[in-house]
T-cell receptor
Framework: KAGVTQTPRYLIKTRGQQVTLSCSPI?????VSWYQQTPGQGLQFLFEYFSETQRNKGNFPGRFSGRQFSNSRSEMNVSTLELGDSALYLC?????????????FGSGTQLSVL | GESVGLHLPTLSVQEGDNSIINCAYS??????FIWYKQESGKGPQFIIDIRSNMDKRQGQRVTVLLNKTVKHLSLQIAATQPGDSAVYFC????????????FGTGTLLAVQP
């Protein structure tokens, strides 16, 4: 089974631009979560999707948004990029949305904002 | 944010020794815990998990211990190998119908040959 796939692997943007990151979960997995990883703040939860519905959201501004499609693939969008948005963005999938399950992570998208 | 990563503790061990990595979790209602290993340039890789109704679980060369009284987790790695060198994170699920995880700071494990 293929793992969680995230594209692109690397991205360079300038302040004020917007960006869209993509995540394909493990085949058959229905829950997708997104995390931001920075050296200063560690791994922080962004949001969680299950059956195309956002079920949970972390403490991030409204510039961060996401969605999930009917095939469970997910995208996240960051608008009006700031320097502080530079980070590794990780997507994770799990098989159901019942809670308390293993999350399997992709390799992430490294976003640099200049 | 809910996860603070201001300082990464380091554990240095000799190849072949046993390693113990500790973690304090924050929420007494958390009912599921996971240890992840993250190598440079990769996403976190699942190692082992434990539910709150257990206090010990063993895998291949790894053991997780859970002490709910003091909200403490530990990961024991037997016969540590150079390939075990990585950052290790504990994570807690706060319970309920969510797969949200709250991650600890992380510990860098450096294995000396």
């Amino acid at each position: 089974k293929a793992g969680v796939t995230q594209t692109p692997r690397y991205l360079i943007k300038t302040r004020g631009q917007q960006v869209t990151l993509s995540c394909s979960p493990i085949s058959g997995h229905r829950s997708v979560s997104w995390y931001q990883q920075t050296p200063g703040q560690g791994l922080q939860f962004l949001f969680e999707y299950f059956s195309e519905t956002q079920r949970n959201k972390g403490n991030f501004p409204g510039r961060f948004s996401g969605r999930q499609f009917s095939n469970s693939r997910s995208e996240m969008n960051v608008s009006t990029l700031e320097l502080g948005d530079s980070a590794l963005y990780l997507c994770a999938s799990s098989s159901t949305g019942f809670g308390g399950e293993k999350l399997f992570f992709g390799s992430g998208t490294q976003l640099s904002v200049l | 944010g809910e996860s603070v990563g201001l300082h990464l503790p380091t554990l240095s061990v000799q190849e072949g020794d046993n390693s113990i990595i500790n973690c304090a979790y924050s929420n007494s209602a958390s009912d599921y815990f996971i240890w992840y290993k993250q190598e440079s340039g990769k996403g976190p890789q699942f190692i082992i998990d434990i539910r709150s109704n257990m206090d010990k679980r063993q895998g291949q060369r790894v053991t997780v211990l859970l002490n709910k009284t003091v909200k403490h987790l530990s990961l024991q790695i037997a016969a540590t190998q150079p390939g075990d060198s990585a950052v290790y994170f504990c994570a807690e699920n706060p319970g309920g119908a969510t797969n949200k995880l709250i991650f600890g700071t992380g510990t860098l494990l450096a294995v000396q040959p």
